[in-house]
């Protein structure tokens, strides 16, 4: 089975160009269903209707979240269609099963006095407050994914741009405006950086070519790092660090939009979704501001003043 993971995870990788991150969640989903199956004296090449509906119940049994069954029966899916392109079954087990609905959840956010509180414990970061301002002030600009974020080419910020070229999810690009502010700090963290990596290649070494560089196998600044990071902003801002991640500014970035009377399609183009339904969970806060324009100003919702009706 372990054959059949391999060359569909390929399959993905070179004729859909598939994100690492989704390449990797296809692997765990699929390696425990081999798994299951394996312990049951079976495999992809003969497992029936009844076994994948088996192991979705099995997995409900685990405890396992809605949303996590319901990628968990993609994955399978994904696996027998390819399958089934290659020959290698005549069938695909999975195609009539129907899965769980997953409960779209309004996305965390935090108000802007919030988000000011965040920066200004970036700007005091007590090890690196240039990078860590530059880092937050891209963020809450453009509403980037963290791992945009993190592997932003250095090339792309040169010469203070007003637009920056973000390559997102399956290789779709877009174009964000750059904030004042974070112009600013990345200005700021330019120099700081580049006299940094002036002394690495006196010392023989290549320049990285990332905006924020780090040792490791990827060259920059990880995810992981970043995560850490935001927690210990959270902190220094008097903030619980459970309710602060990377994603929730992201969602403040829209949110805030929003709210301001930005058009939900302009957003959609900002924050790189492919569907607009996908954007639409934020209309939650546009609801709340015309419910209050209406209940401030509609005649019927106020009561009457003398000399009206």
Excluded at 139 to 168: F, H, I, K, Q
Aim: charged content about 25%; some cysteine.
């Amino acid at each position: 089975m372990g054959h059949w993971i391999s060359a569909f995870l390929e399959a993905q990788a070179a004729e859909l160009d598939a994100a690492r991150n989704t390449l990797l969640a296809y692997g765990r989903d699929l390696n425990d269903f081999a798994g299951w199956l394996a312990r049951r004296e079976a495999h992809f090449a003969t497992a029936t209707q009844d076994q994948v509906e088996d192991y979705l119940v099995a997995c409900e049994a685990e405890g396992l979240s809605s949303a996590t069954r319901a990628r968990r029966l993609s994955s399978i899916r994904q696996l027998y269609r390819f399958a089934f392109e290659e020959g290698w079954r005549e069938d695909n087990p999975a195609i009539r099963l129907k899965g769980p609905g997953r409960t779209r959840r309004l996305p965390g956010t935090l108000t802007r006095e919030q988000v000011e509180a965040l920066l200004a414990a970036a700007r005091s970061h007590p090890r690196d407050p240039l990078r860590a301002t530059c880092l937050m002030e891209l963020l809450y600009a453009t509403g980037l994914r963290v791992s945009e974020l993190v592997s932003l080419p250095v090339a792309s910020l040169r010469g203070d741009p007003e637009m920056l070229l973000v390559r997102g999810k399956g290789g779709r690009e877009r174009m964000v405006p750059l904030s004042r502010p974070a112009r600013a700090a990345v200005a700021a963290w330019l120099e700081r950086r580049d006299a940094r990596e002036a002394e690495v290649t006196a010392a023989g070494k290549p320049a990285s070519r990332f905006l924020f560089p780090a040792r490791g196998r990827d060259g920059h600044l990880t995810r992981q790092s970043f995560f850490v990071m935001i927690k210990e902003l959270a902190a220094a801002a008097g903030l619980s660090p459970d309710q602060v991640t990377p994603h929730v500014l992201r969602h403040a970035f829209a949110s805030h939009l929003l709210a301001g009377g930005a058009d939900l399609r302009a957003i959609q183009a900002l924050l790189g979704h492919a569907d607009l339904s996908t954007t639409e969970i934020y209309t939650h806060v546009q609801g709340e501001r015309l419910s209050a324009l209406v209940h401030e100003h509609h005649p019927l919702a106020r009561p009457l003043r003398r000399g009206e009706g």
